[in-house]
């Protein structure tokens, strides 16, 4: 179920300010082993009487999870709002996503909040099993990236060999793909001097075309690359500030300058190293 841009006959905790206060993003952690992926997602909202209702027996946290690329899908619940998944690693492949909601599981007469929209006073509702009271922010997730791994620049970048005179950068693909003239990669490939310098490589190259990957995130977000530099800004709390803005709005330049682990600062600490060793 994919609640974007759904409207609803009755107020709902979390679509719009149909019932207020909205809730919290949700806190989420994914981890892996041999055998299973694990999925921790605690919902935070504050509205006692959808609470009442749940402790009542009336209703449910409920978690759809759907993985299109296996045709998975199952619904899990909880009662306090917080959700610990194991599902099977061969059973997923590719995004999954995780619809969190508060559903209806007896029919309820005359449904009113407190916290109804001043539009909604004086108006009750009859609401019945599979309807929804609160909606909450969608979750994603990609099988296929190696999370534990993101902090490198491989997990969303790769540099390659072209025909071309000049040096290229690609979107189209997985990974941001670097393109270097047959002379310059072979250098790369085949010089130490080049290739055991990744603080040179990162505060020229490497930084160049990821500035130049982030002023088009936009026209690529579903690309992996671009799923793995999102998934970095709602999880890493150095990148926190990247969360509360478009990514037409993002300070490009700095937020290049953090993914890649302030380059800059790195390039001149081994330059200072060179001369005094020299």
Known sequence: MNLSNISF?????????????????????????AFFYHFRIALKYDNPEIRR????????????????????RRCFTSSDGTFSISIPRKTLGGKITFTPTVTVKRTIINYVNPGFHPDYIDHRFDMEPGDILAA????????????????????FMVIEETTDSLPNTLLDRDKIR?????PLYNQYRNNPQVNSNPDILHAS?????????????????????????KYRIDTENELAEFRYTDSEEWRVDRLAQILLGKPYERLFNTLSQQNDGE
């Open 9 to 33: 006959p009755y107020p709902v905790l979390g679509i719009n300010d149909d019932i207020l206060p909205c809730p919290d993003t949700p806190d989420v952690s994914f981890t892996a082993d």
């Open 53 to 72: 209702l749940i402790g009542l027996g009336f209703a449910d946290h409920v978690c759809e999870v759907v993985c299109p690329a296996t045709k998975f």
């Open 136 to 155: 909450f922010d969608q979750i994603s997730y990609n099988a296929d990236i190696k999370y534990d791994k993101l902090k490198a620049v491989g997990s």
């Open 178 to 182: 670097l393109l270097l003239p047959t």
């Open 205 to 229: 190259l490497v930084l160049n075309s990821l500035t130049y990957a982030l002023c088009r995130y936009d026209q690529y977000s579903g690309k992996k690359w671009a799923e793995v530099i």
